[in-house]
């Protein structure tokens, strides 16, 4: 039960500090700090789906090493690609899970379970958050729900600042045409 309530006091926290930043570079970074924070774990990643190559895209990470991360492509389409599909999947083993695609890196960078769940704006799914843990670990229902809110709540954001940013270039470039002497 104590866990619950921090995830609860957590998410409270990370939503009012999301709901304030329009940097979706922030965003993501403050996104995966809290969910490694709030439960303990040995790290988090959240990655964004390159629509042309069908990669995930490492946004920001913590507590992975450089060379980890740089581990070679992953790919949207066979790295635990069914969490982009079906939701939320947690592998206990990622020794004994062919859904792994590195598996060997995972074991060397000390990754004993994972956690992936999607983002979404709408129906559209924009990537996923990774959690890492260095021991197996049974991810219990509020482990799960507590890293799909986050995502959830992170997608939409995301878009939002995105959406801002836009805008914003947007007035900057009708400014500079409105300012600029007629030809």
Do not use: H
């Not at 995830?7 to 709901?19: A, H």
């Amino acid at each position: 039960m104590k866990n619950l309530t921090l995830n609860y006091e957590t998410l409270i926290k990370v939503t009012r500090s999301l709901s304030k930043s329009k940097d979706p570079d922030k965003i993501i970074k403050m996104t995966v700090e809290s969910i490694k924070s709030a439960l303990g774990i040995k790290g988090c990643a959240l990655f964004l789906i390159n629509p042309k190559s069908k990669e995930l895209e490492v946004a920001a990470s913590t507590g992975l090493s450089k060379e980890y991360l740089n581990k070679g492509t992953v790919s949207a389409l066979r790295s635990i690609a069914d969490s982009l599909k079906d939701g939320p999947v947690a592998v206990y083993d990622v020794s004994d899970d062919p859904r792994i695609q590195y598996p060997e890196a995972a074991k060397k960078e000390g990754i004993a379970s994972i956690l992936s769940a999607p983002i979404m704006v709408g129906d559209d799914i924009i990537g996923t958050i990774r959690v890492y843990t260095a021991e197996k670990w049974e991810f219990t229902l509020d482990d799960v729900n507590f890293v799909q809110a986050l995502a959830q709540i992170a997608g939409v954001l995301i878009e939002m600042s995105r959406l801002y940013k836009g805008q914003n270039e947007y007035i900057d470039v009708l400014t500079t045409s409105c300012e600029s002497p007629a030809l």
